[in-house]
């Protein structure tokens, strides 16, 4: 019965791809791509130096504001499972990041929980990132499944995450140089407890470069 009312739910979908034209998802003006571009040349994408308390981070980098279309974006590839929208951000994300003159001997995402990674299907940020994720294995597991950290105070997150990584074993930390990848810097929470584990493990200069920022944190 399941597989009728799939194949079914596929048959009503595919008609109606075929006779309504495809509309952006932003603006809902006709485009060949889930985002016009229009919309993606709205995001103002800018290499800036990110204002983190840090005791860990010699800097940490993001390439634009959290508002707007980058934060409807954002959500649709985390919660509505649109994983090619993160691919059409890449190339722009490439673009920008390419300007990083570090001296930097690992590049690894902030990884998600496997519990989320069944759930969503992919690691969103390893997908944005991906043509700057040269190394095949992740740096850090995530042992704990964090709840979403957004509303919560700089207090509770940081106890909700503490200890919610590991090194992965078979990757090398010691005396490198790292830079780690995520999608959004709220606090740096996330950021900073990733990197008090790969500091402990040895590593040697840390810097951090994110998709978007929330304002109170940029210089
Ligand atoms: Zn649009």
Same mark, same amino acid.
């Given at each position: +019965?399941?597989?009728? =009312?799939?194949?079914?739910?596929?048959?009503?979908?595919?008609? /109606?791809?075929?006779?309504?034209?495809?509309?952006?998802?932003?603006?809902?003006?006709?485009?060949?791509?889930?985002?016009?571009?229009?919309?993606? $040349?709205?995001?103002?994408?800018?290499?800036?130096?990110?204002?983190?308390?840090?005791?860990?981070?010699?800097?940490?980098?993001?390439?634009?504001?959290?508002?707007? $279309?980058?934060?409807?974006? /954002?959500?649709?590839?985390?919660?509505?499972?649109?994983?090619?929208?993160?691919?059409?951000?890449?190339? =722009?994300? +490439?673009?920008?990041?390419?300007?990083?003159?570090?001296?930097?001997?690992?590049?690894?995402?902030?990884?998600? $929980?496997?519990?989320? /990674?069944?759930?969503?299907?992919?690691?969103?940020?390893?997908?944005?990132?991906?043509?700057?994720?040269?190394?095949? =294995?992740?740096?850090?597991?995530?042992?704990?499944?964090?709840?979403?950290?957004?509303?919560?105070?700089?207090?509770?997150?940081?106890?909700?995450?503490?200890?919610?990584?590991?090194?992965?074993?078979?990757?090398?930390?010691?005396?490198?140089?790292?830079?780690?990848?995520?999608?959004?810097?709220?606090?740096?929470?996330?950021?900073?407890?990733?990197?008090?584990? /790969?500091?402990?493990?040895?590593?040697?200069?840390?810097?951090?470069?994110?998709?978007?920022?929330? =304002?109170? $944190?940029?210089?």
């Amino acid at each position: +019965m399941n597989g009728y =009312k799939k194949s079914f739910k596929f048959l009503i979908k595919s008609i /109606l791809d075929f006779i309504l034209p495809n509309k952006c998802l932003l603006c809902s003006n006709f485009s060949d791509n889930l985002v016009c571009e229009n919309c993606l $040349h709205a995001v103002d994408f800018k290499l800036e130096l990110v204002d983190l308390e840090s005791p860990y981070f010699e800097a940490v980098y993001s390439l634009t504001e959290y508002k707007n $279309h980058i934060k409807t974006i /954002l959500k649709h590839i985390k919660f509505n499972g649109y994983k090619s929208l993160s691919e059409v951000l890449s190339a =722009k994300i +490439m673009a920008v990041s390419n300007l990083l003159s570090l001296d930097i001997n690992v590049v690894t995402a902030i990884p998600i $929980h496997k519990s989320r /990674l069944k759930k969503r299907g992919f690691n969103q940020v390893e997908v944005l990132f991906a043509p700057l994720l040269t190394n095949t =294995k992740p740096c850090l597991k995530r042992t704990k499944n964090t709840p979403p950290l957004f509303n919560l105070a700089k207090e509770q997150r940081e106890k909700i995450l503490c200890e919610a990584f590991e090194v992965n074993p078979e990757t090398e930390i010691k005396d490198k140089n790292i830079l780690l990848l995520d999608d959004i810097c709220t606090s740096g929470s996330t950021l900073n407890e990733a990197a008090r584990i /790969l500091k402990n493990h040895g590593a040697n200069k840390l810097y951090a470069l994110t998709l978007c920022y929330v =304002k109170s $944190h940029a210089k």
